[in-house]
């Protein structure tokens, strides 16, 4: 199994750490070229604006756009944003893979970020400690998207066909769990 990291920008670095924890092949990905040799990919948490011009710039928005229909795709907050169908607060392209509306920077800035304990039915009901830094919010979702997890009663973390989202960071905790639900994502689609 092979997963890819997009590495345009943002916390691409902290994803790969915990792959390579959990033992799984994980390389960078930064041009169309490097879709190619993957059976997953996760979009880190940044800024969601300067990685669809940093796409643009290299071509990528397409590619990755044909990508995420057929493979198993996991975005983190920026990521979470991008796999969405709608964009709010401003309005801005996406990939459209995912059913759901998002507004970017719900909860505020920087210095409004928080952890939030949650109890995550979809992994037996354990708590996790959940970090928010500038998150978007899920303020829509079609009946076709699962909801996984909620956090001051808005979802955070959904799956919609290959595709999961989370509104949170889960690669700035030592917490591997999240990982390993996408990672038995792609298993079961390989």
């Known amino acids: 199994m092979q997963i890819g990291v997009l590495a345009l920008q943002g916390a691409y670095a902290k994803h790969l750490a915990m792959l390579k924890q959990l033992g799984v092949n994980a390389c960078e990905v930064r041009t ?20 669809l011009r940093l796409m643009q710039d290299e071509q990528l928005f397409e590619p990755l756009k044909e990508f995420v229909k057929k493979h198993p795709t996991f975005g983190t907050c920026a990521g979470a944003i991008l796999l969405a169908c709608k964009v709010q607060n401003p309005s801005q392209a996406s990939l459209g893979a995912m059913d759901i509306e998002v507004t970017r920077n719900f909860y505020g800035r920087q210095t409004d970020s928080f952890i939030e ?26 009946d076709k998207v699962e909801i996984l997890a909620k956090c001051q009663d808005h979802p955070v973390l959904v799956k919609h066909g290959n595709c999961l989202a989370a509104t949170f960071h889960p690669e700035l905790t030592k917490d591997t769990r999240i990982h390993k639900l996408f990672l038995d994502m792609v298993k079961s689609a390989c």
């Open 32 to 51: 169309a070229k490097d879709l190619n040799r993957l059976d997953g990919l996760i979009i880190p948490g940044g800024e969601s604006s300067t990685m």
């Open 117 to 142: 304990s949650v109890s995550i039915p979809s992994l037996g009901g354990e708590v996790l400690d959940l970090v928010f830094i500038r998150a978007p919010s899920i303020t829509k979702t079609s």
